[in-house]
């Protein structure tokens, strides 16, 4: 088993090795934790171009000076001309498609959220300029990237789907032909839209001459965003929600994200007694699947933007609550699972600086590749987050004009009363919630070291990214009595490879109370932690 990455003055983890090294050279150079993410998501926005890109959303959850917490919610709303009824106009009923223009009817928001962290890295003293910032991603995407086996064999999945979507076969099909792993693959007109965006500001992405651009070429591919939509966006700075257990308080994002949904489960499970004997034993994996169905049950009944839900979101929080949810799970019988969980492709990424200021951030486009479309001046791979908007008025997520829609993504944060501070997350839609939960609990319920928590087999109820089935997967490295005692539980237990990769692309960094960093990343990414 790999140990541990170790570190003093600055730690950085993300499913990219380039992005996590990206933002080690900002630390390196003075920079902050916030400075440093900025770098790595432009950077992975580049060098993970199918899990990722500059036309999708972010959140931030952030320990600032003092352990003040913090975030910034850059997730974009859906276009005045996307209702119901339009759609139904356009010939559209039933259900959004995944892919192309229609798909395309959401603000793309990360962008602003950079800009946003990094005039809130400037009141930390942050001295950076963006244009530092943004220098390696621009390098990368104007020289060159290497091709990882993911996304090669993630292109190869999507080829004939995607091909015919506009812009796709042009940016990610050069000479008609997958790029091969290991071989050099170039984004010039997104190392020129980097280019401007550090020249100009991320303000330009929005209400100057690149949002000028982008209107005009969304318009191009049927897209119903205009550049009224893209000059009202703002990213906007909120405080986390927050969980208070025993010895610590677990901070995740507001709702449009499910980021409740990870508090609740790691609530439930606090009030649930005897799964914490064996990290890889039926116990603790029945505990938290049965703990995220009744998460997931009423995420499903009030998650959404909080403009148009009728619950606080920190009601979903309350001791009552989460003690009557606990109350309703037998440990000796699986509870039924019948509803379908939603994919996404995504990536999570942690800093920690010298002075233990630290961002869990999330970056996403949420299908692969998005919407497929690729702007054929920007050379930006347009988000498809919109198409989880349901075309039921009377569904949570209905469509509606200027609402943002539900979001999978959600960075967590911990707060011990030892002194100690962690970040974590992954990828993987509603996969999300579940290995946050499972890598915490490996961290601080059973003491693994974050390499070793991450490196255990995983588990996963429901779909995710590349997987449709609603089964509870197991990684087959669990033992076989861990799964011949699920099923005599009555889950519907499915075994996937060694190292799937369905099972998310976690990270956990840790800096502990005398100032030690301490990190792990996921092999089954192209990760690293990168440290000094």
Sequence with gaps: M?????????????????????????????????????????????????MNSIGGDGFWVISGPGGQPQGIDA??????????????QRGVRGSIPFRGGVAALTVAGTVSGWGAAHA??????GRLPLSRLLEDATWYAREGIPVTHSQWACTTAKQAELAPIAGFAETFLPGGEVPAAGSLFKLPRLAATLERIAAHGTDDFYRGDLARQLAAELAAVDSPLTLADLQAHHAKRVDPLALRLQGLTLMNMTPPSQGVVSLMILGIMARLKGWDADPLGPAFVHAQVEATKQAFALRDQHVTDPAFMKIAP?????????????????LTQAAPFGRKTDPG????????????????FIQS????????????????????????????????????????????????????????????GTMGGDGQPQTQATVFSRIHRFGLAPQAAIELPRWLLGRTWGMASDSLKLESRFPASTVAALRALGHEVELLADWDESVGHAGALIREANGLLVGGFDPRSNGSVAAY
Aim: hydrophobic share 45%; proline share 4%.
């Design 2 to 50: 790999t140990q541990s990455f170790l570190g003093r003055r600055g730690i950085a983890v993300a499913p990219h090795s380039l992005a996590s090294e990206a933002a080690l050279r900002v630390l390196r150079e003075g920079g902050n934790a916030l400075e440093a993410m900025i770098a790595a998501a432009a950077s992975i926005a580049v060098v993970y171009p199918h």
């Design 75 to 88: 997730s974009g709303a859906s276009a005045a001309a996307a209702s119901i009824d339009r759609y139904a």
């Design 120 to 125: 809130l890295s400037q009141e930390w003293g």
């Design 314 to 330: 920190a009601a979903l929080l309350r001791d009552e609550l989460l003690d009557e949810l606990a109350g309703r799970i037998s």
């Design 345 to 360: 492709d995504t990536v999570w990424m942690g800093v920690i600086d010298g002075q233990g200021r630290a961002v869990s």
């Design 365 to 424: 486009i949420y299908h692969e590749f998005g919407s497929g479309i690729v702007l054929p001046g920007s050379g930006v791979n347009w988000q498809n987050r919109g198409c989880s908007f349901s075309l039921d008025p009377a569904h949570i997520n209905a469509l509606a004009p200027h609402k943002r829609p539900f979001h999978t993504l959600n960075p967590a944060l911990a707060q011990l009363d030892d002194g100690r501070l962690m970040v974590y």
